[in-house]
């Protein structure tokens, strides 16, 4: 027998300088039953963006504008999280002002959230519109896959290794944030978006969600969403992403520091991926220390062969004659005992 569930949502847009697209982004979520409210969050756009919300207010029911209580300017990830403050209902969604929710949108979400009562929340399939050939070059040199989702469904149990790039079965890919449906009781455990970081925060959150969650896949063949992709979108800046990429893992460690929530065989796993970044990532000097602070925090490390020691060792030292033969040596003490 399948569990009861009354699937009420509220959607929340942060907003800020989307008066192009944000009437097509309301009109959409607009239309579904589930969706008992949509909350703009006006951000101190430059455009006319806050009178739109205001028209877009008076003209729907379930439509609620408000700006930061100072009215003034505060990013992506603060205007998402006083939207959570400000949201009703147990289901939350996201939805970027220049993207749009597809009439399929919410199909499986009431399927899964009936039969699995334990889903914290359900992953769904996102495509993407180009609004120019500059910015679909752009966006696939940055993200490098036109369908946001995972290459194939996982267990709730294996979401995080996938983040991780460490499922078993190679299974790959992200989540677009109007893909996801989340119960209002996850971010409790998972905290919500991280203001510092002024890219990536989505990814942030949905790292966190994953490893102390159970996500549920829902419509990963056809787009259940669409994210607009235009020249002026920050997150197709390489230089960017790099810079807010390293941010990103050091604000994973540090959540997975002050939390007890993470299991220990997914923090370990962690630990490993970041300093294996940090190892990829630095100078030569910076690379030895994160090299040498793994070992002796992980020395069972140095039994493994072709591992972390191993390839983080050429990293370090190069890969050339006397380190080859040093690595291949240890590997014959290690299989001989």
Not at 95 to 119: M, Q, T
Not at 155 to 173: I, M, R
Not at 294 to 312: A, E, H, M, T
């Amino acid at each position: 027998m399948k569990a009861s569930c009354n699937l009420e949502v509220s959607v929340i847009i942060p907003v800020y300088n989307a008066e192009p697209f944000l009437r097509k982004a309301v009109e959409a979520a607009e239309q579904h039953k589930v969706v008992k409210e949509i909350i703009l969050v006006e951000d101190q756009s430059p455009d006319q963006s806050w009178k739109l919300c205001l028209k877009l207010e008076k003209e729907y029911d379930k439509v609620k504008a408000f700006q930061h209580p100072d009215k003034g300017n505060h990013g992506c990830g603060a205007t998402r999280n006083y939207g959570f403050t400000l949201a009703s209902y147990d289901y939350i969604t996201f939805a970027d002002a220049d993207n749009y929710i597809l009439p399929n949108r919410y199909e499986k979400d009431i399927e899964i959230f009936k039969k699995h009562p334990d889903a914290d929340g359900v992953y769904n399939c996102m495509g993407i519109h180009y609004y120019s050939e500059t910015s679909k070059q752009q966006f696939l040199e940055t993200v490098k896959q036109e369908i946001l989702t995972f290459s194939q469904p996982v267990t709730p149990e294996d979401v995080a290794l996938v983040f991780l790039s460490a499922h078993p079965n190679k299974v790959s890919g992200s989540w677009g944030i109007d893909a996801l449906t989340i119960k209002r009781s996850l971010f409790k455990k998972s905290g919500v978006f991280n203001t510092q970081l002024k890219l990536q925060q989505d990814v942030d959150l949905f790292v966190k969600m994953s490893m102390v969650g159970r996500f549920y896949p829902g419509e990963l063949s056809n787009p259940t969403c669409v994210r607009g992709v235009h020249d002026q979108q920050r997150s197709t800046n390489n230089l960017l992403q790099a810079k807010y990429r390293l941010q990103r893992w050091q604000s994973l460690n540090d959540w997975i520091e002050s939390t007890s929530l993470v299991p220990t065989v997914i923090k370990s796993l962690f630990k490993k991926r970041y300093y294996d970044f940090l190892i990829r990532t630095s100078s030569t000097a910076k690379r030895f220390r994160y090299f040498m602070y793994y070992i002796l925090k992980n020395p069972s490390v140095i039994k493994q062969s072709y591992g972390f020691f191993d390839f983080n060792f050429w990293k370090v030292f190069g890969k050339n004659w006397l380190t080859l033969h040093l690595i291949s040596f240890k590997n014959k003490l290690t299989l001989k005992r």
